[in-house]
C-alpha cells in the first residue's frame, strides 16, 4: 500500500562548485612551472590536463624527435634536468623529466579532464565546462594548454584528390605510415628537416621550403649556442620582439640542406598550388605526389573561450607578456610571449613566473580594494 507524502516535496539544489583561486589548464612545462610558482604563493590552485599522463603530448610526437636544446637549458624552476648537460634529450626523455617533476614537487594534477567551454559567471568567476558536463570556477585561469596545441595545415589541403595521403605533426609519426611513391613534406624547420631526412631512405622525397631559417652554430669557443644566447641577453625578456624581424633560431644541429641532398632529398622552393595529384612551385616546376606532410607550424584554437573581452575579432587571445585583457585570464607558454627565449623550454620558467606574479599582484590590490 502506498503511502501519501505528507507535504511539499524537498528538492535539493545542485551544489555549486566551489571557487578556486586558480585553475590551471595544461601540464607540460609551462603549466608546470606556473603550478611550481602557484604553489610557492600558497594558493588554491589545479591543474588540468586532457592526457592520460603528464608528458604525453610529447611522447605523440613523431618516434626521431630530439630537442635541439641542450639538458642544460630544459630545466624547470627549482629541478635541473639530469644527465649530460650538454646532451640532448629525445622526447621520451623529456616527456618522463615533466613527470619526475609534477611527482618530485607534489603538483596537484587531474589528468584526463577536457574543459570544452570558459566563460564568466554572474558572480564574475570564470566557470570552466567540463566534457562530462560538470563544472569548476576559479578567480584565475591560466592558459597554459601547449605551445603548439594544433598542428597548422594551410587551406590547400582541400585542393589535393583523396587518394593523396596528408599527414601533419600531430599525427606524422614513423616511416612505416608513409606508403609507397613520392613524399612531399612542406616546410623546412627542425621538424620538416628531421621528418625529410628519415624518409629519403624509402621514398623519393620533396621538401619545399620557405623563407630561410636563422641557423647559428650549435657549439662556439667550446660552448652550447644556447650558453652563449643566454649570455648575450637574447633570452631576457622584451630583449627582442617579432617587429624586428629577428627569428629564434635553429642551430646547427638541425640537419642542413647540403646535408639533406647528400641524403637524396629533393629541395625545392615554396609550394604555391596543388590540383588532386599535382603540386607546382615557386619556380613553376611541377611534381606528382603521393603523400603530403604538413610541417609548417601550429595554430591554438580560441573558439571555446567565450570571454569576448580576452579577443580580437579573428579570435587571438589579446595579451602583454602573458596577461590578457581579460582580468584573471593569463597565457604561459606562447611564442614571443615576453622575448626570444618563451615559447622554448628555457623560457616556461620565466615567463610563468612573471604571469603568477601579476596573478598574486592583481589578487592583492583586489581584497584591499575590498576591505
Known amino acids: 500500500m502506498l503511502r501519501r507524502q505528507k507535504g511539499p516535496l524537498k528538492t535539493s539544489k545542485p551544489a555549486v562548485p566551489a571557487v578556486r583561486d586558480v585553475i590551471v589548464l595544461g601540464a607540460g612545462q609551462s603549466g608546470l612551472s606556473a603550478g611550481y610558482y602557484l604553489q610557492q604563493a600558497g594558493l588554491d590552485f589545479i591543474i588540468l590536463d586532457r592526457s592520460r599522463r603528464i608528458g604525453d603530448a610529447w611522447r605523440f610526437r613523431y618516434e626521431s624527435l630530439t630537442l635541439f636544446t641542450?639538458?642544460?637549458?630544459?630545466?624547470?624552476?627549482?629541478?635541473?634536468?639530469?644527465?649530460?648537460?650538454?646532451g640532448r634529450p629525445d622526447r621520451l626523455e623529456f616527456a618522463d623529466f615533466l613527470e619526475d617533476y609534477a611527482t618530485h614537487f607534489a603538483l596537484?594534477?587531474?589528468?584526463?579532464?577536457?574543459?570544452?567551454?570558459?566563460?564568466?559567471?554572474?558572480?564574475?568567476?570564470?566557470?570552466?565546462?567540463?566534457?562530462n558536463q560538470s563544472t569548476m570556477r576559479a578567480r584565475s585561469v591560466i592558459l597554459a594548454y601547449g605551445t603548439y596545441p594544433a598542428a597548422s595545415v594551410p587551406a590547400m589541403r582541400k585542393d589535393f584528390a583523396p587518394k593523396v595521403t596528408q599527414l601533419n605533426m600531430m599525427s606524422y609519426s614513423r616511416p612505416a605510415q608513409v606508403t609507397e611513391g613520392p613524399v612531399l613534406v612542406v616546410g623546412d624547420g627542425a621538424s620538416g628537416r628531421d621528418i625529410a631526412a628519415e624518409l629519403a631512405p624509402g621514398h623519393q622525397v620533396f621538401l619545399a621550403t620557405g623563407r630561410k631559417p636563422f641557423i647559428l652554430p650549435a657549439r662556439w669557443f667550446g660552448k652550447s649556442l644556447w650558453y652563449w644566447l643566454n649570455e648575450w641577453g637574447f633570452f631576457k625578456p622584451k630583449t627582442h620582439s617579432r617587429k624586428f624581424g629577428l627569428k629564434q633560431p635553429l642551430p646547427s644541429t638541425v640537419k642542413s640542406l647540403r646535408e639533406l641532398k647528400a641524403r637524396g632529398v629533393v629541395i625545392k622552393p615554396r609550394l604555391m598550388s596543388a590540383n588532386g595529384t599535382a603540386v607546382t612551385f615557386q619556380d613553376g616546376t611541377t611534381q606528382t605526389v603521393k603523400t603530403v606532410i604538413w610541417a609548417v607550424g601550429y595554430v591554438m584554437d580560441t573558439r571555446w573561450i567565450d570571454v569576448p573581452e580576452a579577443k580580437d575579432e579573428k579570435g587571438y587571445l589579446l595579451h602583454e607578456r602573458g596577461v590578457s585583457k581579460a582580468s584573471g585570464l593569463y597565457l604561459a607558454g606562447r611564442r614571443w610571449q615576453s622575448g626570444m627565449a618563451s615559447g622554448l623550454i628555457v623560457g616556461a620558467g620565466p615567463d610563468a613566473e612573471y604571469v603568477v606574479n601579476d596573478l598574486i599582484e592583481d589578487r592583492t590590490e583586489c581584497t584591499s580594494h575590498a576591505d
Open 70 to 86: 641542450p639538458r642544460a637549458f630544459n630545466g624547470l624552476p627549482g629541478l635541473a634536468m639530469p644527465g649530460d648537460p650538454d
Open 108 to 131: 596537484p594534477v587531474q589528468l584526463g579532464v577536457r574543459v570544452d567551454k570558459i566563460q564568466r559567471d554572474a558572480e564574475g568567476h570564470f566557470e570552466l565546462t567540463l566534457s
